[in-house]
Nanobody, 121 residues
Framework: QVQVVESGGGLVQPGGSLRLSCAASGNIFMAFTMGWYRQAPENQRERIATITRSNITNYGDSVKGRFIISRDNAKNTVYLQMNSLKPEDTAVYYC???????????????WGQGTQVTVSS
């Protein structure tokens, strides 16, 4: 069984920074692409950033130049450094991971439970 758990959300003032972490644990042979998504009330889930196992990154237009995604393959962990935060960044942030569990031969997609980020003065 695989668990994906986010941490690091909270309340921050506009212009501030936060760092989110997401750790995958359990039966993991290898974690492939990992990423961050977010969903604000009444909005669709939005892709923020993804990173491959070889550290190729891709960002959504709304966060380019402000957010940085990184990962630690040894820890099956992905991070999201969020800078110059704006009120419109307020959302629940979800971690996504494509994982090959030890018990099967197929890559499966896993989601975390989400962490709230609120940008407000």
């Amino acid at each position: 069984q695989v668990q994906v758990v986010e941490s690091g959300g909270g309340l921050v003032q506009p212009g501030g920074s936060l760092r989110l972490s997401c750790a995958a644990s359990g039966n993991i042979f290898m974690a492939f692409t990992m990423g961050w998504y977010r969903q604000a009330p009444e909005n669709q889930r939005e892709r923020i950033a993804t990173i491959t196992r070889s550290n190729i990154t891709n960002y959504g237009d709304s966060v380019k130049g402000r957010f940085i995604i990184s990962r630690d393959n040894a820890k099956n962990t992905v991070y999201l450094q969020m800078n110059s935060l704006k009120p419109e960044d307020t959302a629940v942030y979800y971690c996504n991971a494509d994982i090959l569990p030890t018990s099967t031969g197929s890559v499966e997609e896993y989601w975390g439970q989400g962490t709230q980020v609120t940008v407000s003065s």
